[in-house]
């Protein structure tokens, strides 16, 4: 029999209502903190081969508390207004979660990208754009769309160009969108950015050595399993940094095509180079295939990461979870209706809201390097290295010992840009983490982590209202 299951947007919503009731803010604060501000749904026709198609898409902004909105854009033929919406308010959470000063957002255009050539994509990408300039939902200090599912910097090159060919005397059109090629005043360290940001905050989570204890584990990342739902962009970043920076293995990964299963540990970045020549992950080498449609979901590990699409475990599978943390890399993989039951079990859920937001961090990071039109570590690398080299120097005729060539190079080299992001995302996840963990230790009637990060959340955009005046 199946199950009624709640839409992401109500999902979203009843873990907002579980948040509320710790709060103390006025209702209407909190309806107006809860609803979708504005919504634009959009039709427009695309000359595809010899015919016009008529292509639906959606941009939500779903906070004004602070400008410019911030979000993605997803291609997908599932894309609709309850998905759009679900995705703009987790934008809104996210952003208060890591301290990125926007309001949230997010786009949808409702296509396989699969299913078109470049050049189509590319028309419909820039006549999307249009749609956004025609109603002043799109630009620098208004909103700032970004890659999401199904989208890449290839799209957002795409935006950009539309977006100055419109505004071009505008001194910082570039702006207007992030995510973009970093020949095309784009930040290092962006594409990797989700990926990174979910290693740093797992790695936080397993050095929590109480919360490691209530689940029977021992701290550290170093040797936990994992199984990776998803090898998109951020299950693939994910994999690669959690193995080669923290020693994680992964014992399973699923994808479109099947899913695979190696209790010694599989080689993501073999595993994509893999797929890439075969086009499938099935038949890699010292794997074995699991054929059951579910059967990723069964598999015994420390922690499951579902980075694919939202809504993947719901309440008809979730009982069938073996893992004893489940890491959101994707935004709202678990419904409202499994995390009733994952919870019962005893299942540590990071949620994605804190923990896929290193995009929108190192979004925020282009966004201010656009603004101010430098590159970050320009001014100051240099200096820095010769500072070192100076202090070095000095030691070396203290203590009469030198150094090799090699040692001192190390210790004086001064930060690059991929430096900077890195170190400003690192930052971010272990500062927004302590944050959750206070709330989530104070407060004795909460009990979990997602509601533990709403409340931060809530609490912040509530804070920027009151500041406002808005709620006197
Ligand atoms: N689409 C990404 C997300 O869901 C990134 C958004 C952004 O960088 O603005 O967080």
């Known amino acids: 029999m199946s199950i009624k299951q709640a839409s992401f947007f109500e999902s979203v919503q009843r873990n907002f209502d579980k948040a509320a009731v710790h709060i103390n803010h006025p209702k209407g604060l909190l309806d107006q903190i809860k609803t979708c501000n504005a919504v634009y749904q959009m039709q427009f026709p695309v000359k595809i081969g010899n015919s016009y198609q008529v292509i639906e898409a959606y941009r939500v902004q779903h906070s004004h ?35 990125v000063p926007f309001g949230g957002a997010k786009g949808g255009v409702k296509i396989s990208p699969r299913s078109y050539r470049p050049e189509e994509l590319e028309r419909i990408t820039r006549r999307y754009t249009v749609e956004l300039l025609r109603k002043n939902f799109i630009g620098p200090s208004v909103d700032v769309p970004a890659p999401d599912y199904g989208t890449g910097e290839r799209e957002m090159a795409w935006i950009l160009d539309t977006y100055a060919t419109f505004k071009g005397g505008e001194i910082d059109a570039v702006g ?34 109480k919360i490691m204890k209530s689940i029977g584990l021992t701290p550290g990342i170093a040797g936990k399993t994992a199984v990776i739902q998803g090898l998109g962009n951020v299950g693939s970043y994910t994999g690669t940094i959690a193995q080669e920076e923290g020693d994680m293995v992964v014992v399973g990964v699923s994808e479109m095509e099947g899913t695979i299963y190696n209790p010694k540990g599989i080689n993501v970045k073999d595993l994509i180079e893999f797929r890439k020549k075969t086009g499938s992950i099935i038949g890699f080498p010292g794997s074995k295939e699991l054929k059951g449609k579910q059967d990723w979901i069964k598999i015994e590990c420390d922690i499951l990461i579902p980075a694919a699409l939202e809504s993947t475990i719901n ?4 009982s069938m979870v073996k893992a004893k943390i489940i890491g959101e ?11 009733a039951i994952l919870l ?30 430098i590159r970050f570590g320009r ?11 100076n202090i070095m120097s000095s030691v070396e005729k203290l203590t009469g010992k030198s150094m090799s060539t090699q040692e001192k190079n190390m210790i004086t ?46 609490d912040k955009v509530a804070a920027d209202y009151l500041t406002l005046g808005v709620f006197p």
């Open 176 to 209: 207007c969108v992030t995510g973009k090629p970093v020949a095309q005043n784009g930040i290092s360290g962006r594409t990797e950015a989700t990926g990174r940001g979910v290693y740093y905050g797992l790695r936080e989570l397993c050095n929590d050595a």
């Open 329 to 339: 890399a994707a935004n709202g993989p678990v419904t409202a209706d499994a995390e």
């Open 315 to 318: 309440a008809e599978n979730a």
């Open 413 to 458: 080299r001064g930060a690059d840009e991929i430096d900077l992001v890195r170190s400003g995302l690192e930052e971010t996840m272990v500062n927004s983490f302590n944050q959750i963990i206070e709330v989530y230790n104070k407060k004795k009637r909460v009990h979990d982590l997602r509601t533990a990060a709403f409340i931060c959340a809530l």
């Open 344 to 373: 019962e079990k005893g299942v540590i859920i990071v949620p994605d809201m804190f923990l896929n937001a290193g995009g929108v961090t190192v979004s925020y990071f282009e966004w201010l390097k656009n603004l101010s039109h």
């Open 379 to 389: 001014m100051d690398k240099r200096f820095n290295q010769n500072t070192y080299g």
């Open 65 to 99: 508390h602070r400008l410019p909105t911030k979000g993605g854009i997803r291609f997908s033929h599932m894309v609709n207004q309850d998905e759009v919406m679900a995705l703009a308010a987790l934008m809104t959470y996210k952003c208060a979660i890591v301290d």
